[in-house]
C-alpha cells in the first residue's frame, strides 16, 4: 500500500473516531458510535491487511440502507426555509433536523468505505 494511501487512511479512522465520540451525548449514542467507529476500524484496517471487500461492500449497503429510512426527513428539511436550523440544538417539533443530520451522517460514512473499495481494487 501506497504512503499516500495510508495517510488517508489514518485521517478517515482519525475523523470517525471523533465523529463517534461526539455522539456519544446523544439518546441513541451507541447506535452511532457503533456505526462510526466500525467505519474508523474498516478505514484504519487495509494499512496493516489485506480484507475481503466482500465485508466493505456489506457494509456500504447496510450504510445505504439505513440512509433510506432518513431520506423523507431531509426533503422535508430541504423544504424549509431555515437552512441554518440543521446547525443548531436539536427540536423535537422539528424531527427532520435528527434525521438530516443522521441522514448526511450515513452518506459521509458510505463515503469513506467506497473510497476504501476503490482504492483496495488496486
Not at 485521517?11 to 466500525?38: E, K, R
Not at 432518513?70 to 422539528?94: A, P
Amino acid at each position: 500500500m501506497r504512503k499516500k494511501q495510508k495517510i488517508t487512511n489514518i485521517i478517515l479512522c482519525l475523523t470517525f473516531i471523533a465523529f463517534a465520540i461526539i455522539q456519544l451525548n446523544d439518546p441513541d449514542g451507541l447506535l452511532w458510535f457503533s456505526i462510526y467507529f466500525i467505519v474508523a476500524i474498516l478505514c484504519l484496517a487495509p494499512s496493516f491487511k489485506k480484507m475481503p471487500i466482500y465485508l466493505y461492500w456489506l457494509i456500504f449497503f447496510s450504510l445505504i440502507s439505513y440512509a433510506a429510512f432518513h431520506f423523507s426527513l431531509f426533503i422535508d428539511y430541504l423544504q424549509t426555509d431555515n437552512k441554518e436550523e440543521i446547525f443548531g440544538k436539536m427540536v423535537y417539533e422539528k424531527p427532520y433536523l435528527e434525521g438530516s443530520r443522521e441522514f448526511l451522517g450515513l452518506l459521509i460514512a458510505a463515503a469513506a468505505i467506497f473510497y476504501q473499495i476503490k482504492a483496495n481494487k488496486k
